[in-house]
C-alpha cells in the first residue's frame, strides 16, 4: 500500500502562487494531481510519468507546473497565476501500471490539501 500526503496548500489572492507537494511512501511510476471543487466531480489537472513526461489539463496549462524528485520520492505542483475557479480540495493520485487522466485509473489517494484563491 502507498502512502501519500500532500501538504502546501493554502489561501492565496487570485495572481498569487502556491506550490503543492505529495510525499509518497516509496517510487510509483505515475504520479497525478486531481482537485474537486465543492459541489464538483473530482478533475485531472496534471500527470507525471515515469520518463517525467507531464500531461497538463487545458485550464491551467501555462500556469502550472507538475515536477517530480524521484530520491525524495516527492511530487509538486507549481500553480502561478492562481483564479478563484482553482478554488479546490486538491488530491495527489498514484498507480504502478498506468498513467491515465481518470480518476478511476489511480490506485493510491492522499487525503487532499485545500487550495483557496481569493478575488
Known amino acids: 500500500q502507498v502512502q501519500l500526503v500532500e501538504s502546501g496548500g493554502g489561501s492565496v489572492q487570485a495572481g498569487g502562487s502556491l506550490r503543492l507537494s505529495c510525499a509518497a511512501s516509496?517510487?510509483?511510476?505515475?504520479m497525478a494531481w486531481f482537485r474537486q471543487a465543492p459541489g464538483k466531480e473530482r478533475e485531472f489537472v496534471a500527470s507525471?510519468?515515469?520518463?517525467?513526461?507531464?500531461t497538463i489539463t487545458a485550464p491551467v496549462k501555462g500556469r502550472f507546473t507538475i515536477s517530480r524528485d524521484n530520491a525524495k520520492k516527492t511530487l509538486y505542483l507549481q500553480m502561478n497565476s492562481l483564479k478563484s475557479e482553482d478554488t479546490a480540495m486538491y488530491y495527489c493520485a498514484a498507480d504502478r501500471s498506468h498513467c491515465y487522466t481518470s480518476r478511476t485509473g489511480f490506485a493510491y489517494w492522499g487525503q487532499g490539501t485545500q487550495v483557496t484563491v481569493s478575488s
Open positions: 516509496e517510487y510509483v511510476s505515475c
Open positions: 507525471i510519468n515515469s520518463r517525467d513526461i507531464a
